[in-house]
């Protein structure tokens, strides 16, 4: 849909699928991430520790992109739904700093211990594991 679309409902649609009052605005106000089996309410976690900590780092972003797109007169929306779609890659892109797909998770049970992938990603698209990133993350992985 183009800038002058309407649903029908007197609703402006922006051609993403978020519906917005005619002059209005759509505020994103949580970000449920999960497994495709999973059923999450809009606040509940994953129960799989990748998507907790994506859904970690999409909060964060949300934030930062909130700040950028004010700044920048750019649509949050569509940057987080750009930012969303590095993940394709998730479990196979290697994180830019050590160069490993899956490293130990940090939180996990030192007698079984579980792995993950990278689950930060800069808007450009570098893959980090939590533990590798820039000191000065999320900030720095806003810089494309």
Sequence with gaps: ?????????????????AKGLEG???????????GVTELLSP????NMAVFRAINEEALSVLHQLRHRS???????????VQWL???????????CYCRKILVVDNTSNAFR??????SARSLAGMAYHPQCRPAAAPEALLET
Aim: charged letters at 25%; proline letters at 7%.
């Design 43 to 46: 606040w509940e976690a994953s």
């Design 24 to 34: 209005g605005f759509v505020r994103i106000e949580s970000i449920s991430i999960g």
């Design 113 to 118: 211990p579980s792995y993950l992938p990278p």
């Design 1 to 17: 849909g183009g800038d002058g679309d309407h649903d029908g409902s007197g609703h402006k649609t922006d051609g993403s699928g």
């Design 85 to 95: 779609s590095h993940y394709r890659s998730l479990f196979s892109a290697k994180c």
């Design 70 to 80: 004010v700044r920048r007169d750019e649509p949050t929306l569509t940057l987080l």
